[in-house]
């Protein structure tokens, strides 16, 4: 079973994130289909950039806590968006929450439709969000990243916009997604590749710092008692102990 859809068009590759059932979570199986796709991609001349979308009104419910991904492989897809020599734009288009918006962080360019929401919904099962960080933090506004990670609400668009975390929340998702890829059909290869590679630096350089760090970190929390008693809350539709 596929967990990514592929399209081209005129240069421009669409992935589509397409696991449904749990939400487009990051499952073991999803990461490594995208990662693979995304290997494709920065070998093949014919794509000039790459679209990631998808199914259904979530673009990532974050981290399937049923079948998740190994934290060093979520690391290196991660890192894959960022280091792809031609820009991504991620097409929003419902809620993204915890994992995937480190997804979000990892991509160029990110559009989301005016009613889409957002959390870091780590924090009510009992860990963080760590890995996630990584592309995150060199790029959301200090404070905001402060209220946001500690409390968990859920934010809006234009919100998102406002702190970095998005490019832009547009009413014509379709219209607006078309206008950035036509620009990127007028640009050179060689320069959209360098023209990356500056803007993503710093991205580049929380890897390279703190990557191993937060690996271990986000492994030892998900071990924790804490955070499987919060999973197994979620899992049961109930509050966890710790709610007031």
Same mark, same amino acid.
């Given at each position: 079973? #596929?967990?990514?859809?592929?399209?081209? /068009?005129?240069?421009?590759?669409?992935?589509?994130?397409?696991?449904?059932?749990?939400?487009?979570?990051?499952?073991?199986?999803?990461?490594?289909?995208?990662?693979?796709?995304?290997?494709?991609?920065?070998?093949?001349?014919?794509? $000039?950039?790459?679209?990631?979308?998808?199914?259904?009104?979530?673009?990532?419910?974050?981290?399937?806590?049923?079948?998740?991904?190994?934290?060093?492989?979520?690391?290196?897809?991660?890192?894959?968006?960022?280091?792809?020599? #031609?820009?991504?734009?991620?097409?929003?288009?419902?809620?993204?929450?915890?994992?995937?918006?480190?997804?979000?962080?990892?991509?160029?360019?990110?559009?989301?439709?005016?009613?889409?929401?957002?959390?870091?919904?780590?924090?009510?099962?009992?860990?963080?969000?760590?890995?996630?960080?990584?592309?995150?933090?060199?790029?959301?506004?200090?404070?905001?990243?402060? $209220?946001?990670?500690?409390?968990?609400?859920? @934010?809006?668009?234009?919100?998102?916009? $406002?702190?970095?975390?998005?490019?832009?929340?547009?009413?014509?998702?379709?219209?607006?997604?078309?206008?950035?890829?036509?620009?990127?059909? #007028?640009?050179?290869?060689?320069?959209?590749?360098?023209? #990356?590679?500056?803007?993503?630096?710093?991205?580049?350089?929380?890897? /390279?710092?703190?990557?191993?760090?937060?690996?271990?970190?986000?492994?030892?929390?998900?071990?924790?008692?804490?955070?499987?008693?919060?999973?197994?809350? @979620?899992?049961?539709?109930?509050?966890?102990?710790?709610?007031?």
């Amino acid at each position: 079973m #596929k967990y990514v859809r592929q399209a081209n /068009e005129r240069g421009i590759t669409t992935l589509t994130l397409d696991s449904p059932d749990n939400r487009n979570a990051l499952s073991a199986d999803l990461v490594a289909d995208l990662a693979g796709a995304l290997r494709r991609c920065a070998v093949d001349q014919d794509v $000039r950039a790459v679209v990631l979308s998808h199914t259904g009104p979530t673009f990532s419910a974050g981290a399937d806590l049923k079948s998740p991904a190994n934290p060093y492989a979520f690391v290196e897809l991660l890192r894959a968006l960022v280091e792809l020599p #031609k820009p991504v734009v991620a097409r929003v288009d419902g809620s993204a929450r915890a994992g995937g918006l480190g997804l979000l962080g990892a991509c160029d360019v990110v559009l989301a439709s005016a009613g889409s929401s957002f959390a870091f919904t780590e924090v009510r099962i009992g860990v963080a969000p760590a890995i996630i960080s990584l592309t995150l933090l060199p790029r959301l506004e200090p404070r905001a990243a402060s $209220r946001l990670y500690l409390t968990g609400e859920r @934010f809006d668009a234009a919100e998102a916009a $406002r702190i970095g975390l998005i490019t832009e929340a547009v009413d014509d998702l379709d219209a607006a997604t078309e206008g950035v890829c036509d620009a990127f059909r #007028k640009a050179a290869p060689q320069g959209l590749a360098e023209a #990356k590679r500056l803007v993503t630096a710093r991205v580049l350089e929380a890897f /390279e710092r703190d990557a191993e760090d937060l690996v271990q970190r986000s492994a030892s929390l998900f071990a924790s008692t804490a955070a499987r008693e919060g999973m197994t809350a @979620f899992f049961e539709r109930r509050d966890p102990p710790w709610v007031l």
